[in-house]
């Protein structure tokens, strides 16, 4: 047997070494079609996603999504629907067989089985079918009422889902009145004791329980058809689910809500609801008061919807795993790659989610009687199995990890903010700033983050599996060399799933404006963070009585840094 000093050379030198091999061999494929997407050059970028992801197969919902995407912005409305609703029906099926996708990732991997869209994702696409339609139904003065009925048949499907949403969840309960000064303190050294004694005080605040910009487009889109009645409800979900929890968790400020209820009054007052009043009492300014006080029927409003940038891209974290059999734990070691900011990124990762840092883990390393276990804890994760100890020496678990295991989980990196701020200008004078309507990237960030202790249990029963396995193998044959070998396939095989759909925009943008029957030059300037400014003009046509659409997307451009958030 080699001597331990030896056996953490080589089982370091295994990993690292296939760290690398990994590393090299691991290119983005969506690289291309993203730059490409990012320069408007859209038929090349259909050309290098279908180089870049297969149509059939694993990836065949991602092929869908992201061509959905790449003709959408193409303004080939008809193909994008196309592809959307292939998407829609593989999100169907794959609801249906979720359970043995679970069990296919234990026994394989999670990015060896088909991809499986996140929640916000299938959001989008009944989203984005809407748009598409409702575009096709003001390709001119008028309304195609065909197209515009599909547009609210996807609207009612995504008002459907986020119901179901709201329902599984919970939803965004309203706020209690705020307490005297005695209690907010009181409640604000219960959340620092919880958090000091590593209990996760806000930990159910991660969840994706609405999507309050969702229910504000669809309550664009029946007060387009006319349908006030449903607007108003749309509008006034819209409202409720900013001011009550959404705008904060995903950091939108207060103007969402504010615009939102400025729109169940408006709705209330043109349908002659006396009840307008009631709510611009108890929800708007001083000012929008003035604006509803002042409305004109015969004017109508220009919307304009700003679509920016592209997802940030889920990437891998990878973990050594080893055996100490005097404190009978596995340990968790945090192995960064990549470059030096993606190293720190992982570090952080780890530190945040996985370290020995709370209160119980110093606790449980302290008992273990090595002082320095406590000291490592802030590097580490160490996981006791002293109960399960006569199973590790059945199954010769200390045999099966003498060189460790690879243990791999995905992570985003920091997020990066490419917009300061968008400013609108009709006829050449600024008119208003857009408000943030919706953190996509918050979105997918935060359910990450949520999901993290599932995908590191996953990930060990499954790394834990193998290498049982493969020791078992080498048992039964007699050959020790097919058992390292076996090891250093597993160590090469593990892996995370990063997939997610990158075309979609990470966050959205909205302005709102009374404007006089017409037709308008609309100009939106778009200053980055780092002071270069992105210009888009259109000519629009605005129609008394109906809100008038303009939706776009803005992309910084190719080589143009970014600052993190």
Known sequence: MLPPFLRCHIRTLLISTGLTIIGCASAPPMDAALKLTRNGQFEQAELALNSAIAEQGKNRLLHRLELGMINHLKGDYQRSTYYFDEAEQLIDNNYTISL???????????????YQSQQFEN??????????Y??????????????LDSALVEIRKLSHRLEQQRFQTGGYPARPAPGNDEERTATQ?????????????????????????????????????????????????????????????YRLGDRPAQQAWYDVARVMKLDNDPGWQDIAQRHLSSQQRQQLQNLDAQTSDLVIIQHSGTMPRREELNLRLTLDSYSRSLVLWPMPTGSREQQR??????????????????????????????????????????????????????????????VAVPYYPPLQNSVNHSELFINGSKASQ????????RIALQEQIRRSNTDIQLALTRELTKAIAAQHTADESGAAALGGLLKIVNLLTASA?????????????????????????????????????????QTLNVVAGRPTLWHTHTYQPVGIASKPL
């Open 497 to 537: 799933d990063t997939r997610n759909w990158l075309t979609l925009p990470n966050s959205i943008q909205l302005s709102r404006l009374n404007l006089a029957p017409g037709q308008h030059q609309i100009e939106l300037k778009t200053t980055l963070n780092n002071g270069f400014v992105v210009r888009q003009k």
């Open 134 to 147: 409702l575009k096709l139904a003001q390709n001119s003065d008028h309304i195609d009422n065909d197209y």
């Open 100 to 114: 043995s996708n679970e069990v296919a990732k234990l026994l394989t991997g999670p990015s060896l089985t088909p």
């Open 434 to 441: 857009l408000l943030p309507a919706e953190s996509i990237m």
């Open 123 to 132: 959001s989008f696409v009944h989203y984005y079918k809407a748009l598409n």
């Open 345 to 406: 990124a992982q570090l952080a990762w780890f530190l945040m989610l996985y370290s020995d840092t709370s209160l119980f883990d110093i606790l449980q390393n302290y008992a273990v009687g090595d002082v320095g276990t406590v000291v490592q804890g802030a590097i580490s994760k160490r996981i006791p199995i002293g109960m399960l100890w006569r199973n590790v020496e059945k199954l010769n678990l200390v045999k099966a990890l003498e060189f460790g295991a690879r």
């Open 189 to 249: 050294l219960l959340d620092l004791f919880k958090q000091a004694l590593g209990e996760p005080a806000h930990s159910d605040k991660l969840v994706y329980r609405d999507d309050a910009y969702g229910h504000y487009i669809a309550g664009l889109l029946f007060e387009l058809a006319g349908n006030a009645d449903n607007a108003r409800i749309s509008y006034q979900r819209a409202a409720q689910s900013y001011q009550n929890g959404f705008a904060q968790q």
